[in-house]
Every structure is written in C-alpha cells, then in structure tokens.
C-alpha cells in the first residue's frame, strides 16, 4: 500500500481548491480520492460559469524502494483498470501524473508496453501537444 497517503493527498486537495476555487470562473468538487496497491490519486470534477467541465485526474506511483515494492506489471495492471473506468465518462479527462517511470529511455519492455498502452487510449502530452 502506498505510503504518505494523508500527506499527499491533503497537499493535492488544498492546491487544487485553491486554484480553481479562487477563480470566479471555476469550481472543484472532489469526486473521489484513494489508493491502490502500487499507485494513489485524487478526482475532481472541474466546472466553469459556461458549462464546460472536466475532470482531472492526478497520480502518483512512488518510485520503487524497499517500503514500495510492487513491480510495474501491478501498476499496468491497477492504472488500466483505473482508466477503463473513467473514460466511460463524458466529460473531457485530464491526467496529472507522476509515474515514476523513465519513460525517455525506452530500453526495457514494460516501458515500451506501458508507451503502446498510452498510445492506444489516445492520450496527448500536453507539454508538447503531441500524441504518446
């Protein structure tokens, strides 16, 4: 089970409603909030005075250590069960993530695996407004 759960998600909760909460324009309601075996995350559902909404969604999987020990097939397989899930949604879903992974350097199969995954689903890297 992930560690520091209280921590992190208390620092995400606050930052993210005060944010969006300061802004006339916007509101954040927290959906949901939780922890997996191998990775934790908070959901909110962001609503602006003209009707458009999305969610965000934010990760975090702690690198792996001798207090987290779980491989990144548990991680493949708790995250694309996550993700089924939610985009079964209507609304536009925005990820926030810190993986973990060293995804640059794609010398290892799980993370090729993890990239064709991503790519799939179709997501787009915002800082580069690329496909992954």
Do not use: W
Not at 38 to 52: D, H, N
Not at 53 to 65: E, K, Q, T
């Amino acid at each position: 089970m992930v560690t520091n759960y209280s921590i992190i998600h208390a620092s995400i909760d606050v930052e993210v409603e005060q944010h969006y909460s300061c802004r006339n324009s916007f509101r954040a309601n927290k959906v949901d909030v939780g922890s997996k075996t191998s990775y934790e995350f908070s959901e909110f559902v962001i609503k602006s005075s003209s009707a458009y909404n999305f969610r965000l969604v934010i990760f975090y999987r702690p690198p792996y250590s001798s207090e987290h020990n779980f491989y990144l097939s548990v991680f493949f397989t708790e995250f694309f069960n996550h993700i089924e899930l939610l985009l079964l949604c209507k609304a536009p879903l925005f990820i926030c993530e810190d993986f973990n992974i060293h995804l640059i350097a794609k010398k290892m199969v799980s993370q090729n695996l993890f990239m064709t995954y991503l790519s799939l689903l179709v997501f787009v890297n915002m800082s580069s407004k690329q496909r992954i």
